[in-house]
């Protein structure tokens, strides 16, 4: 099993940012993809960002703003938020897949975006 735990969420302003961490525990071992994922009220999920072996990909709506990076050592990924809009406030979750197709899901921190 894996547990998959987000933090960094919060209330921020435009233009602001805020970094997303994703610890990761348990059996952590033929990672294929971990990402980021984000769900707005009413709205389905979506892929935010996600990161393998060959580097990062990103949404078109992040690019340029958002920074997915991994630290092995710790287990842990990131999501560095820059220059934050109204429309990026949403649910966001961490997710990992194994090479067998195994996917895990945290629970999920909120970002606002709001003056």
């Known amino acids: 099993q894996v547990q998959l735990v987000e933090s960094g969420g919060g209330l921020v302003q435009p233009g602001g940012s805020l970094r997303l961490s994703c610890a990761a525990s348990g059996s952590i071992s033929n990672i294929y993809v971990m990402g980021w994922y984000r769900q707005a009220p009413g709205k389905e999920r979506e892929l935010v960002a996600v990161i393998t072996s060959g580097g990062p990909n990103y949404a078109d709506s992040v690019k340029g703003r958002f920074t997915i990076s991994r630290d092995i050592a710790k287990n842990t990924m990131y999501l560095q938020m820059n220059s934050l809009k109204p429309e990026d406030t949403a649910v966001y979750y961490c997710?990992?897949?194994?090479?067998?197709?195994?996917?895990?899901w945290g629970q999920g921190t909120q970002v606002t975006v709001s003056s």
């Open positions: 997710n990992l897949v194994r090479r067998n197709s195994a996917t895990y």
